[in-house]
């Protein structure tokens, strides 16, 4: 059974930071597909960073352009989203997740992921 552990999520206010990780253990690490999405209260899940291992490329939402960044530590395996210049319509549960590739191109919609961690909140103050 994989799992992916969570961490990082906290409250801080606005412009302030944040690096959230996602521990993997498993066959998980391997799937080519990783990333990050976000649901805020009443608002669907949306892909926030996403990496593509196999074509080593990364996909960013326009609203966290420039701010947020998503790496591997592939010795640890483990995920990281670093947040900076965070601001208050970034507060949300921010999942990791990883699935596999359709047509050769990892999908920007969360149903095509399979594996989840359990969350981490992240709330931004003004």
């Known amino acids: 059974q994989t799992t992916w552990v969570e961490s990082g999520g906290d409250s801080v206010q606005t412009g302030g930071s944040l690096r959230l990780s996602c521990a993997a253990s498993g066959r998980t690490w391997d799937t080519v597909c990783k990333g990050w999405f976000r649901q805020a209260p009443g608002k669907e899940r949306e892909s926030v960073a996403l990496i593509d291992t196999s074509h080593d490329t990364t996909y960013y939402a326009d609203s966290v352009k420039e701010r947020f960044t998503v790496t591997l530590d592939n010795v640890k395996n483990t995920m990281f989203l670093q947040m900076d210049s965070l601001q208050p319509e970034a507060t949300a549960m921010y999942y990791c997740?990883?699935?596999?590739?359709?047509?050769?191109?990892?999908?920007?919609?969360?149903?095509?992921?399979?594996?989840w961690g359990q969350g981490a909140q992240v709330t931004v103050s003004s």
């Open positions: 997740a990883a699935g596999p590739t359709y047509d050769g191109l990892c999908s920007r919609d969360h149903w095509e992921y399979r594996e």
